[in-house]
């Protein structure tokens, strides 16, 4: 079967520091792969260039058996290539439903009825449908992170690129948004998921790909990816006792 989403030897650096080496993984549609590793360990910088926000010095980016590598964000997302930022960047003076309306019209190159069909459908995905009218500016931070989801979502994504979005939450607004990714994932969406909560991202990652220095260090079933003491020592600072 084709993948997804396959990232073939990419490699990085800035200046001196080589940020990424030859870093290969795959995701098929349906499956939700976590991105885990130490803090500066290269994630988002993987993400970026998956994304085409930052330029790789090597390797390619496929997408759905495509090479994508030489295209830009935009062309990507209508490619079926979305993403979540980090910090949410409510856009200016939108309402939610504009917001994802907007997503689904530069995004998923959608217009008029279906544009607004999918930005609807979007929000209720992301649990965001009452909130609709409500200003993007003025939301409190789990319905950030849900918006960031509804935006990703109207685009109409084959790939999804998470990136720790269950940051800064509680544990009890973390299961809400960690159902809401299984669901995406159980419609056929192929995810990616760079998290630093653990706990989050064992409930939906089906597989876990640690970066460490830049490298895969480990690729495989979540268990036995955290259980190596490689990932241990490197993510943790110490090997299992
Ligand atoms: N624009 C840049 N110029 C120079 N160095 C950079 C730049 N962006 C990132 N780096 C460096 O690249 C390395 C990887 O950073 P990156 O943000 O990708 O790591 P990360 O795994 O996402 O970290 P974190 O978990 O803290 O978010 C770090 O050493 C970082 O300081």
Redesign the pocket.
């Known amino acids: 079967m084709t993948a997804a989403l396959e990232v073939r030897d990419i490699g990085k650096r800035?200046g001196a520091?080589t940020?990424l080496d030859r870093v290969s993984f795959s995701v098929t549609a349906g499956e939700a792969v976590g991105v885990v590793?130490p803090?500066?360990?290269?994630?988002?910088?993987l993400l970026d260039i998956v994304a085409g926000v930052r330029r790789r010095d090597r390797g390619r980016v496929l997408l759905g058996g495509a090479d994508v590598t030489g295209l830009p964000p935009e062309r990507r997302c209508r490619l079926g290539l979305a993403r979540t930022f980090q910090v949410p960047r409510p856009m200016g003076d939108l309402t939610v439903f504009e917001t994802a309306l907007l997503a689904a019209v530069r995004g998923g190159g959608l217009h008029g009825r279906r544009a607004e069909q999918a930005a609807i459908r979007a929000l209720e995905t992301a649990g965001l449908l009452a909130d609709g009218d409500r200003r993007s500016t003025g939301l409190r931070l789990l319905s950030r992170k849900r918006l960031e989801l509804a935006r990703a979502v109207a685009a109409g994504p084959r790939v999804l690129l998470l990136d720790e979005i269950a940051g800064g939450l509680t544990d009890a607004e973390t299961g809400a948004l960690v159902g809401t990714i299984g669901d995406l994932a159980a419609a056929g969406i192929a995810i990616v998921w760079v998290e630093?909560v653990i706990r989050a991202l064992v409930r939906v990652a089906t597989r876990l790909v640690c970066?460490a220095d830049g490298r895969v260090l480990a690729d495989g079933e979540p268990r036995a990816v955290l259980g190596d003491p490689a990932v241990q020592r490197a993510y943790f600072g110490r090997a299992a006792p």
């Open positions: 800035f520091l940020v590793g803090n500066g360990a290269g994630k988002t910088t630093h970066l």
